[in-house]
């Protein structure tokens, strides 16, 4: 056995081990614990924290530091909230939790029948799209796979549970047209830095790298976007909402087009971020590609 086949089983093994003990107890339990950590050794220790603090600091320069602070640790325990809700809550009461807005909206898009692009963020508990085939929303979700192996089956498992099929971002365009030919909606984060192979426009007042990847995909083979984030509500449940599609099938496949596409699109994500900045992923390294916000960053890369 190789080494790193070693520490990926060990690793796992000892993740399985802490989730076996913390569902022995009650989830209010469970998720105290868990958000605690977040906020004790995430926030606490400062694992990504000036990447955020420095990212809330540039696109909010006139937000105070003690308003920052109180910013940053909402954000942690944010994340730690979306783990808890994946691993330990029960799915029937994840489910009895998710509501839908703005359905007709995927209605619309789905009868063209070239099915559809869910363009989603980092933004609330986006996993929990997983439940949309439990409203009769057919969905494909475009997946990374993780370095370890044991963890990645572990959570395509949980993905595919409610009918969700998954498809490997390296195998891309092929698989995605396949599902959409089924008329399916396939989600696809539309907030990842793309590096230097990207399309790069504005994204919250900073130049940023874009995956071209959703524009494309729209105007060359005629697929309306569909935004949709799923936001956690004040009451604690998750909102799952979807807004009017963008689809311009006039347009021609060209470079020019895809940053008008995405130019749209990021102007619906900048409004759910501003609307819930405590429920963005400020830790991702969305700016790295360009360094537009180098300027006093201090973690590795």
């Known amino acids: 056995m190789k080494r790193n086949d070693l520490t990926n089983r060990i690793e796992y093994i000892l993740f399985r081990f802490v989730l076996w003990k913390l569902r022995l107890i009650p989830y209010t339990w469970g998720k105290w614990l868990i958000?605690?950590?977040?906020?004790?050794?995430?926030?606490?220790?400062?694992?990504?924290?000036?990447t955020a603090d420095l990212h809330l600091r540039m696109v909010y320069?006139?937000?105070?530091?003690?308003?920052?602070?109180?910013?940053?640790?909402?954000?942690?325990?944010?994340?730690?909230?979306?783990?808890?809700?994946?691993?330990?809550?029960?799915?029937?009461?994840?489910?009895?939790?998710?509501?839908i807005s703005g359905k007709p909206h995927v209605h619309k898009a789905l009868s063209l029948g070239r099915g559809a692009i869910l363009a989603t963020a980092h933004l609330g508990n986006w996993e929990a799209a997983r439940l949309l085939p439990l409203?009769?929303?057919?969905?494909?979700?475009?997946v990374k796979?993780?370095?370890?192996?044991?963890?990645?089956?572990y959570n395509a498992a949980i993905r595919i549970r409610q009918g969700v099929s998954l498809i490997d971002f390296r195998r891309g365009l092929r698989d995605i047209l396949t599902h959409l030919n089924k008329n399916e909606m396939v989600a696809i984060l539309a907030d990842q830095n793309a590096g230097s192979s990207g399309l790069v426009l504005d994204f919250m007042g900073y130049?940023?790298?874009?995956?071209?990847?959703?524009?494309?995909i729209s105007l060359r083979y005629k697929v309306p976007i569909v935004p949709g984030f799923a936001i956690r509500?004040?009451?604690?449940?998750?909102?799952?909402?979807?807004?009017?599609?963008?689809?311009?099938?006039?347009?021609?496949?060209?470079?020019?087009?895809?940053?008008?596409?995405?130019?749209?699109?990021?102007?619906?994500?900048?409004?759910?971020?501003?609307r819930y900045p405590e429920q963005w992923f400020w830790v991702h390294k969305r700016w790295k590609a360009t360094g537009a916000m180098r300027s006093g960053r201090s973690d590795p890369d």
């Open 35 to 50: 958000t605690s950590l977040f906020l004790w050794i995430g926030y606490g220790l400062g694992i990504r924290r000036k």
């Open 61 to 99: 320069p006139d937000m105070k530091a003690a308003e920052r602070k109180a910013l940053l640790k909402k954000i942690y325990y944010n994340m730690g909230l979306t783990s808890a809700e994946i691993y330990l809550l029960k799915e029937e009461k994840l489910i009895a939790n998710t509501s």
């Open 135 to 142: 409203f009769s929303i057919p969905l494909s979700v475009v």
């Open 145 to 153: 796979k993780q370095h370890n192996p044991y963890f990645d089956a």
């Open 207 to 216: 130049p940023a790298s874009h995956y071209k990847g959703v524009a494309k």
């Open 233 to 274: 509500t004040k009451e604690g449940g998750i909102k799952i909402s979807f807004e009017t599609m963008i689809y311009h099938p006039e347009l021609d496949d060209t470079e020019e087009n895809y940053a008008f596409i995405l130019k749209k699109l990021n102007a619906i994500i900048e409004e759910q971020i501003n």
